[in-house]
Each structure stands twice: as C-alpha cells, then as structure tokens.
C-alpha cells in the first residue's frame, strides 16, 4: 500500500493548509509532484487514488490531471528524462532532426527508455523559451540551442554523473 512517512504527511497537510476550506484541490499538482518524487519518479493508479483520498476528491480527478500535464509521468522512467519540445519555432529551428538524433544515438523511440533505466525520450508542447529553441528541459533545467554536438555533451554529462 502507499503511504506517505509521517514527515512527509506533515508537509502534505501543510501544502493543503495553503488554500481555504473547502479549496483542498487546490493542491492537487503540488502533491502530485511530490508523490511522483516520494514514490520513485512515476504516479501508479494507486499512488493517484492514494492522492486523491488526501484531498477528500474522486480518483478521476486525479487522473485527469495527471494525464494532461506532460510533467507527470504515468509508467516508469529513467533517471534522465530529456522532454524534447516540439512545437513550432522548435520545429522550425530543427527539433525534429535533434529528436531524431536522440533515438538514434539512445536507440529508443518517444516514450521509451533505455535498456539501463538511464535516459526516457518524451516530446512536449511548448516550454516557453522559443527564443533558445530548439530546445528540452531535463527536470528542472532547460536546454538550450540544441546541436548534435551539445546533445552528445549532455549525454556524456548525465552518464558521468555520480
């Protein structure tokens, strides 16, 4: 069963004590991210039903968020997710052919993730930076003017990392 430590339900009730009464919804993303995090980097129905039970909300509500929003992953994934964006000035900028150098130089297809859990491929709608396009965000750090060359450094960056 999933069950947030003691330590982590103070900071849920703390999350849900931000917004009115009646208004506990309301952080239904925060705790959403931080299930995703506690519950090793993808929401399972359970862990989204588990969620919903927080917040006194149907199940479906839950899903339906974390379905529509492409920062919450709904199966496993590795522990570098590259979230290539591939919208117009992306596009226009040659994010298709850097999306196509990533599945061939990881070997896998959008969606999938390499055989040693170390990198998944995911598109995404825009991240709001068509200025430095094209471009994918990595967790919390975007990626910028996207070139093979740049792609091979952080490919070799994430599997140095210790």
């Keep these: 069963m999933v069950k947030f430590s003691d330590d982590k339900l103070k900071e849920v009730q703390s999350m849900i004590d931000r917004y009115p009464e009646g ?13 995703q995090e506690e519950f090793g980097g993808w929401l399972k129905p359970d862990t989204m039903d588990y969620v919903a039970s927080l917040l006194t909300i149907d199940p479906i509500e839950a899903y339906e968020v974390a379905t529509f929003y492409s920062m919450f992953n709904l199966k496993p994934v590795g522990k570098h997710v590259f979230e290539v964006c591939h919208t117009g000035p992306c596009m226009l900028n040659g994010s298709d052919n850097i999306l196509d150098y990533i599945k061939s130089t990881l070997g896998i297809e959008v969606g999938q993730t390499t055989s040693d859990g170390m990198f998944t491929l995911k598109t995404v709608e825009c ?16 990626r910028e003017h996207l070139t093979k060359e740049r792609v091979d450094a952080i490919i070799d960056e994430c599997r140095n990392e210790k």
Aim: with cysteine.
């Design 127 to 142: 991240l709001g930076a068509c200025g430095y396009a094209p471009m994918m965000q990595m967790g919390m750090n975007y």
């Design 23 to 35: 208004k506990q919804k309301s952080a239904l993303i925060p705790l959403l991210h931080l299930a």
